[in-house]
Nanobody
Framework: QVQLQESGPGLLKPWATLSLTCTASGASLTAGNYYWRWLRQPPGKGLEWIGSIGSSGRTIYSPSHEMRTHIFRDTSTNRFALQLSSATPEDTAVYFC?????????????RGQGTLVSVSS
């Protein structure tokens, strides 16, 4: 059974770098033809796809976030991470990590419970 758990600071100041980690258990990040995703849901808004890293290590980013986003992984700990630079209050959202068979989009087979990140001075 695949399980995902997000972790990271819940509060950061504007212009800081938002950094989150997703720990995967029950499956290796390098196995199969999967994409490991970051999604977010701002308050009162719909789910957004931020980016993905495939089992090959290939990364894909949403054009809306590409300039500020970096997704990478540590295969020794089976974790993948999100860095979103120059955070603003508009980045306040519940952030989820998930696994999908597709590179982009909002669908997922399994998703973490999510972690709230607030950007505020």
């Amino acid at each position: 059974q695949v399980q995902l758990q997000e972790s990271g600071p819940g509060l950061l100041k504007p212009w800081a770098t938002l950094s989150l980690t997703c720990t995967a258990s029950g499956a290796s990040l390098t196995a199969g033809n999967y994409y490991w995703r970051w999604l977010r849901q701002p308050p009162g808004k719909g789910l957004e796809w931020i980016g993905s890293i495939g089992s090959s290590g290939r990364t894909i980013y949403s054009p809306s976030h590409e300039m500020r986003t970096h997704i990478f992984r540590d295969t020794s700990t089976n974790r993948f991470a999100l860095q979103l630079s120059s955070a603003t209050p508009e980045d306040t959202a519940v952030y989820f990590c998930a696994r999908s068979i597709r590179g982009d989009g909002l669908d997922f087979e399994v998703r973490g419970q999510g972690t709230l990140v607030s950007v505020s001075s």
